[in-house]
C-alpha cells in the first residue's frame, strides 16, 4: 500500500514538472531538423547532471523494494511491447514489424495520432483481429496538448469519437513525448482506462533531467491505471545518448531484469522509424529489436501482453483482496 501511494506521490510531482521550453515556441517544433533537436536534449542531458537524486536512472529501486504480488498468470512479470506512430509515413512500416512479431506468436500494442496518424478503420480492426491493441497516442503530437484549455480537449477528442465509431473502444492513452499535465490527466480520465504517459525513469527527454514515478509497477492515479513507460526509448538513447545498438540491448536486457525481480511489467515503446525494418541505415537496430525480443520473450517467466491485459491482471488482484 504504501510504496504504491509513494508511486502516485511521484507522479503527481511529475504531472506538476514546469512547462518545456520548446512547447511555447509559436511554431511546431517538428519544423526544426531533427538532428538539431536531438543535439539540444543531449545538450540538455549533459547540464542535468545536477538533478535530483531521485529518481535514478536508469532503475530507480526505493519504491520497488519487494515483490509486487501480482500474477502475470504463473509468470514472474509482464511485457507490453508498444509502437508509436508518430507520423504517417510509419503506416507502411506496420506490416514489416508485426510480420517479425506474428511469427514468433506476439501481440503488441499501436499508438496512432487522431491528427497525424490515425489509421483506417480496416487496418485498426485487422490489428484487433490479430491480438493486438490500439491505443490514443496523442491528439497532434506537437508538444502542446497538456496545456490546452479542457473544454477545447475534451471537444476535439469527442469529434474524434463521433467521426470515427471503432475509435470509442480504445481504452488507453500515451502523450507525445510523455508531457504531462494534471488537467490533461484529469480530462483523459473521463475518457481512457489506462494511461502510458509517465515513465518510471527517463533521461534525455523533453524535461532537460532525470523525471519520473519511479515505480515499474503499475497503480491507480487519478482514475487511471497507470502503466509507468519502464523500458528507456530507443530515441533517447540512441539520437540523444548516442548508444550503439549493443549498449541499447545490454540496458533493456539489464532493466529486463530488474523488472522480472521486483514482479513489475516492462513497457517498451519501439518507434517504427528508429527500429525501421526498410531502410538500410537502420539495419542495426533493427537487428537489435529482432534479437531483443527473441531473446527475451523466450524466457520462461515473462507473460507478453497488451495494456487491456495488464489491466485485467490488476483487477484479479484487487478482486482477491491483495491491493488496489
Known amino acids: 500500500m504504501s510504496d504504491r501511494l509513494s508511486a502516485a506521490a511521484a507522479a503527481e510531482a511529475y504531472v506538476g514538472l514546469p512547462r518545456p521550453l520548446f512547447t511555447r515556441l509559436p511554431f511546431d517544433y517538428r519544423r526544426i531538423p531533427e538532428g538539431l533537436r536531438s543535439r539540444f ?8 547532471r545536477k538533478a535530483p ?43 514489416p514489424i508485426r510480420a ?37 497516442h496523442d491528439l497532434t503530437h506537437d508538444g502542446r496538448i497538456p496545456w490546452m484549455p479542457a473544454a477545447e480537449l475534451r471537444a476535439r477528442i469527442d469529434a474524434i469519437d463521433k467521426r470515427f465509431p471503432w475509435a470509442r473502444a480504445i481504452t488507453t492513452f500515451r502523450s507525445g513525448q510523455l508531457l504531462m499535465s494534471g488537467p490533461l490527466m484529469d480530462a483523459i480520465a473521463g475518457r481512457f482506462r489506462i494511461d ?10 523533453p524535461y532537460g533531467s532525470v523525471v519520473g514515478c519511479g515505480s515499474v509497477v ?14 528507456p526509448q530507443d ?54 529489436y529482432r ?13 507478453v501482453t497488451t495494456p487491456d491485459g495488464i489491466e485485467s491482471i490488476v483487477d484479479r488482484h484487487v478482486a482477491n483482496g491483495r491491493g488496489n
Open 291 to 303: 534479437k531483443f525480443l527473441e531473446v527475451t520473450t523466450s524466457r520462461k517467466d515473462v507473460l
Open 218 to 231: 503499475p497503480f491507480r492515479f487519478r482514475g487511471l491505471l497507470e502503466l509507468p513507460m519502464s523500458m
Open 196 to 205: 502510458m504517459s509517465i515513465p518510471d525513469s527517463e533521461r534525455g527527454g
Open 41 to 48: 536534449l543531449a545538450a540538455a542531458t549533459a547540464f542535468a
Open 53 to 95: 537524486p531521485f529518481p535514478m536512472w536508469p532503475i530507480e529501486e526505493t519504491i520497488d523494494v519487494a515483490p509486487s504480488g501480482l500474477d502475470y498468470s504463473g509468470h514472474r512479470f509482464g511485457l507490453v511491447l508498444t509502437h508509436d506512430i508518430d507520423s504517417r509515413v510509419e503506416l507502411d512500416l506496420i506490416e
Open 100 to 136: 517479425h512479431e506474428r511469427s514468433l506468436g506476439l501481440s503488441t500494442s499501436w499508438g496512432f495520432v487522431p491528427e497525424g496518424s490515425w489509421p483506417s478503420a480496416g487496418l485498426a480492426e485487422s490489428l484487433v483481429d490479430e491480438g493486438c491493441q490500439v491505443y490514443w
Open 235 to 288: 530515441y533517447y538513447l540512441e539520437r540523444v545518448m548516442g548508444l550503439d545498438a549493443g549498449s541499447i540491448f545490454d540496458l533493456w536486457t539489464a532493466k529486463i531484469e530488474h523488472i522480472a525481480r521486483v514482479g513489475g511489467v516492462a513497457v517498451l515503446n519501439a518507434h517504427p522509424v528508429w527500429i525501421n525494418p526498410v531502410h538500410q541505415p537502420r539495419s542495426a537496430m533493427w537487428s537489435m
